[in-house]
Every structure is written in C-alpha cells, then in structure tokens.
C-alpha cells in the first residue's frame, strides 16, 4: 500500500478547481505552489504538505512610507483586529516585495467537494474590496511633510 502525500492529495482538488475556472491543467510547479488570474488579480496558491494547508494571497497595492503611511496601516491594523473587516484573512507587508498582501490559509481537510472555489471565490472578492479601500484611504491622505518615515528600519 503507497502513501498518498499532501500534494497527491491536494492535486484532485486543484483539478477540480481548474475545471470550474476553465484550466483543466491547474496544477501546482516543484515548489507546490501556482498563481491564477481571476478578473484581472493575480492569486497565488502555495500548499505546505508538512501542515496540510493552503496558503492564498495577493498583493493589493504597494507598501507606503512617510506621512501617507500612518492612515493606511492604522485602517489596515484596524480591520485585521478580530478579522473585522477581513472576513478572517490577514492583511500584512511583504517586505521583500515592499507591498501590501492579503492572504489566508485553509487546512486540507475544509477543501472538500466545491469548497476551494468558494474559497477562492470569497478570497477575489476580499481582495478586490482591499485594493480598492487602499486606493481609497491614500487618496483621501494628504500629502504632508512630517517625521515619519514608514516602516523602513
């Protein structure tokens, strides 16, 4: 009797999400992981067989620095309190891209039947909705001078 590994076992369920999207060859590259595009947003999936979870995130806008920065990472630290306003994703900084992520993880076993589209479904909708809020609170943030210099150590 063989083992199924994490990724065999992920692979029939990102199957059938490439079939629901129309790429019948979803599949994931060496490092387990692959990046969709859906309505223009790019998503990357990375799957940790070790933890038998998914890994979902998108970059939503570009990290700010100086005195435009305060308004956006407290509106964005204000609805990552609880999941408030996330929908229990995480927004974070990525720093070795210097940009703005959204992401969320789910554990193997809550991706069965047609729960990964709906999952990915939700995730599109939460990015779209981030992007355009960062877009949002930076145009409403004037552009003034001051001592802050980011999040640039």
């Known amino acids: 009797m063989t083992e199924t590994t994490g990724t065999n076992a992920f692979s029939p369920i990102l199957a059938r999400l490439g079939e629901a999207i129309g790429i019948p060859d ?18 990357n999936l990375q799957w940790f067989e070790e933890e038998r979870t998914l890994a979902v995130y998108a970059v939503i806008g570009a990290a700010e620095h ?25 927004l974070g900084l990525h720093p070795g891209l210097d940009s703005l992520l959204l992401s969320g993880q789910v554990f ?20 779209k909705h981030w992007e ?22």
């Open 26 to 43: 979803l599949a994931l590259d060496e490092d387990a992981a692959c990046t969709l595009e859906i309505d223009g947003q790019l998503f």
């Open 66 to 90: 100086g005195p435009r920065a305060l308004p956006l990472y407290a509106a964005l630290l204000e609805a990552n309190a609880l999941g408030r306003d996330t929908g229990g994703l995480a």
């Open 108 to 127: 193997a076993g809550n991706l069965e039947g047609d729960a990964l589209y709906r999952y990915v479904e939700f995730f599109a909708d939460r990015a």
């Open 132 to 153: 355009e809020r960062v877009r949002e609170i930076l145009a409403q943030t004037p552009e003034a001078p001051g001592s802050f210099d980011g999040l640039r150590a």
